[in-house]
């Protein structure tokens, strides 16, 4: 069993409706970050959170520690959209991070 | 600034040789990663320096790979000698202990 998984594995949605990718995580964490990597390959940091709910534009990344479980929301999902988000716990002992296999996300127009 | 930069973006080599990696981090950030991507692993973490010193190299596949950090603005990963399944995008990223910022990776192909 993968420390961190996330759910689904591939989401192909149309333009404008709610997505959410879900993360959940065995290890012990001092925070989780969401990661999102476009087509071209680049790797983009969009969240790193240790409690509660973070809001950036039409991205909302959430976490409930005790249930070690985030989610990450879209909403008005755009193609540009499209791209592979990662999710990654941070331990608590330094900086590693611990990756999930990540969720490849295509909205169509 | 300019974001983590890496160099160079493609590097295509034939088994055996030495392949150099370098990065440069965003000044300020005192954290230093090494990653690779596959298809069939995803995202690995290979190393981690925080202020220069090798924190956590427990990813570094084998004695064939090392890195190293010689000062606060430069790091080095380097693979010597290079065979066709280290084969993979290499990124470099760096963090002040929040985000984490990533170059725009390595494509390395090994012949």
């Known amino acids: 069993k993968n420390e961190v998984e996330q759910s689904p594995q591939n989401l192909t949605a149309q333009e404008g409706e709610f997505i959410t990718i879900n993360c959940s995580y065995s290890?012990?964490?001092?925070?989780l970050h969401w990661l999102q990597q476009h087509p071209g390959g680049g790797i983009v940091s969009l969240f790193m959170l240790s409690s509660g709910k973070k809001k950036h534009g039409r991205l909302i990344a959430t976490i409930n520690i005790q249930e070690k479980h985030s989610s990450l929301h879209i909403t008005a999902s755009h193609p540009r959209d499209s791209a592979v988000y990662i999710c990654?716990?941070?331990?608590?002992?330094?900086?590693?991070?611990?990756f999930g296999e990540g969720t490849q996300l295509t909205v169509n127009p | 600034d300019a974001g983590v930069i890496q160099s160079p973006r493609h590097e295509v080599t034939e088994m055996g040789q030495e392949v150099t990696l370098r990065c440069k981090p965003i000044s300020g950030h005192n954290s230093l990663f090494w990653y690779r991507q596959t298809m069939m692993r995803g995202l690995e973490l290979l190393i981690y320096f925080n202020n220069n010193v090798p924190i956590d190299d427990s990813g570094m596949p084998e004695d064939r790979f090392s890195a190293k950090m010689p000062n606060a603005s430069f790091s080095t990963l380097k693979i010597q000698p290079s065979e066709p399944r280290d084969s993979a995008v290499y990124f470099c990223?760096?963090?002040?202990?929040?985000?984490?910022?990533f170059g725009s990776g390595t494509q390395l192909s090994v012949l």
């Open positions: 290890v012990g964490i001092s925070a």
């Open positions: 990654a716990a941070q331990e608590t002992s330094g900086s590693r991070l611990t």
């Open positions: 990223a760096s963090s002040s202990g929040q985000l984490v910022f």
